[in-house]
């Protein structure tokens, strides 16, 4: 028959509900009322028996087995024919189905279950109705198999409801741990979540601190109210952990209110759960939900709270684990800018002592000699000679040190920028070796102090690397700045390398260290090399020889003064030291 004739218009009922009525003809809904008016008179005693039967069987868990046993008997044509015999469209028996197919499910109890029970019902009325309307059985029976059909199918949805909402919890959980960002932001979504799930009106979630003396509020969700999180901590008990290391529903009403950590909650709602974070047996935190209306707490539910808390924990630790990972990252970042702003400075404290200590010390030993050889007279030309000799060897060390001590730190750098360092660099290396190189400075404006040391030192080390090792003829370098950037390419046509191999190498650390820096500053390092192998025509092999470092580096701020001493920083909570979850023992 048309769902509009049961009584119900179609906005208001659920499109399952509504595939499971309009199953009912007009044709049935004539012999489904003269059923129900048949089985009103011995619905009561079809149900004792029907429950002496179900009592017979053994439900899991055994506590429920009253509510698993009530639940069953609202399933049967004896509940319908109640229904329909005070004048309520069949749908109202359909939508008690659902309602308590859902409790089933929560209940654990597996729907063969529910079929064997049907069944049992059946066999108590079969008998009834071929005795008392012999005539009319068939059509009876055709009711039934009509009826049961909806029965099963209503069930399926419930079942299916149920089984759907959990694994939409599990998704929405594992979506909140993707995407939190924080340990403070994991727990509060999460506890939003479970709060939505169980339909609660609050939840609070505590943990222990490192001294296991006080349970610490880290995240509360209360519908209508703002979340804003103040630090409460709650003293800790043998007596207290014992009772919180148990999953257990808590009746405030009943004087059981001892195990709330909020105790305003004891007069503010009339249920309320509570279960322990924990693993391996070892309590770490609780979570506490809060209900204003009688909720009972299912087997499936609390399965699911359990199965939600251990992955609450595992995702916590995990995000805590994260935290201090790239509080250390952090730390060995700025421990990096600090050792070269240190070894900058190292250096400048190198060269000038070797400025103003030994480079003097060897000007006046120069002049010693020469006023010594001027002084000889001319026929000690033996003397003339070795002087002149250990004259000209001072003038070559004092030209040396002071190539160290340009290298060491270029005064050119600081008075006139990267791009002349840069030009006094290459023709430095020009100067020392037979290599071609060409120079490239693109919108190269003044940087940053560190930075331009940066680039400097980078490009100083591959000028050493083709010197050491390329046997390049032609050298290639540009430096360009835009958007934040510094751009760094060197390029030569040696002979190349394998460049895995080079990397993995422990005894170098030329490469290795260029890489390690770029890293350590937030940028990118790139090396293509076409090591020489001997095969293809020479054109060929021409071509693709060589190597090709790119380096892409932030320009960075002057680097922050580092205090070595001091550990890394706990996060701050609402003004307080956020403590590290651990286990302790329940």
């Known amino acids: 028959m048309p769902i509009e ?127 008392l309307l012999p005539n009319e059985y068939a059509n009876f029976q055709w009711v039934r198999e009509q009826l049961h059909f909806c029965v099963i199918l209503t069930l399926n949805n419930a079942y299916y409801q149920v089984r759907e909402a959990e694994t939409q919890a599990f998704y929405e959980l594992f979506r909140v741990e993707l995407e939190s960002r ?41 519908s209508g109210a703002p979340n804003v999180l103040t630090v409460v901590e709650v003293p800790n008990r043998p007596a207290k952990l014992r009772m919180l290391a148990k999953s257990r529903q808590i009746n405030p009403g009943n004087g059981n209110g001892r195990a709330l950590l909020e105790p305003s909650w004891k007069d503010q709602f009339q249920v309320c759960w509570s279960i322990p974070l924990a693993a391996g047996g070892r309590t770490a935190g609780v979570m506490q939900f809060g209900f204003s209306k009688p909720y009972e707490w299912l087997p499936r539910e609390q399965a699911l709270l359990a199965a939600a808390a251990e992955r609450c924990l595992m995702a916590a630790e995990k995000a805590r684990l994260m935290e201090d990972l790239a509080a250390r990252e952090e730390q060995v970042r700025q421990l990096a800018e600090h050792m070269l702003h240190v070894e900058e400075i190292e250096r400048r404290r190198i060269s000038r002592e070797l400025h103003d200590e030994a480079g003097q010390s060897l000007l006046c030993i120069r002049l010693q000699m020469e006023m010594l050889e001027q002084s000889l007279p001319p026929e000690q030309t033996e003397w003339i000679r070795k002087l002149r000799e250990a004259r000209d060897l001072t003038e070559r060390t004092i030209l040396e040190m002071r190539r160290l001590i340009a290298a060491l730190s270029p005064a050119v750098l600081e008075q006139l920028g990267l791009g002349a360092a840069l030009r006094q660099l290459v023709n430095r290396f020009r100067r020392l070796h037979p290599i071609r190189v060409r120079l490239l400075l693109s919108r190269l404006g003044r940087l940053p102090q560190h930075t331009e040391i940066i680039i400097y030192r980078l490009v100083q080390e591959c000028c050493n690397n083709i010197a050491k090792h390329s046997q390049a003829s032609n050298v290639n370098i540009s430096v360009s700045s835009s958007d934040g950037w510094v751009r760094l390419a060197v390029e030569d046509n040696g002979v190349g390398f394998k460049v895995e191999e080079a990397l993995a190498r422990k005894d170098s650390f030329g490469l290795s260290g260029m890489r390690e820096r770029v890293a350590l500053l937030g940028g990118r390092f790139e090396v293509r090399s076409h090591p020489r192998n001997g095969n293809g025509s020479p054109d060929r092999v021409r071509k693709r020889r060589g190597t090709k470092i790119l380096i892409r580096l932030p320009v960075a701020k002057e680097p922050p003064a580092l205090n070595l001493i001091e550990p890394i920083a706990a996060k701050q909570i609402g003004g307080r030291t956020a403590r590290s979850i651990r286990a302790v023992g329940a």
């Open 182 to 222: 924080n340990l403070d932001e994991l727990l509060r979504r999460f506890l939003e979540t479970l709060v939505e799930v169980c339909h609660a009106d609050a939840g609070h979630l505590y943990l222990l601190n490192d001294k296991r003396s006080a349970w610490v509020l880290r995240a509360k969700a209360e």
């Open 5 to 131: 004739h049961l009584g119900l218009q179609l906005t208001e009922i659920s499109p399952e509900l509504a595939d499971a009525a309009d199953v009912l003809s007009d044709q049935l809904r004539v012999h489904l009322h003269r059923l129900a008016q048949f089985l009103l008179p011995h619905a009561e005693a079809l149900d004792r028996r029907f429950l002496a039967k179900l009592k017979e069987r053994e439900f899991e868990p055994r506590q429920f087995e009253p509510r698993i046993r009530t639940a069953l008997a609202s399933l049967t044509p004896g509940a319908a024919a109640r229904i329909l015999a005070n004048g309520q469209p069949p749908l109202k028996f359909i939508e008690q189905v659902e309602y308590n197919g859902r409790r089933l499910a929560k209940l654990n109890l597996p729907p063969s279950s529910i079929v064997e029970a049907l069944q049992d019902y059946d066999r108590l009325l079969t008998p009834l109705l071929r005795k």
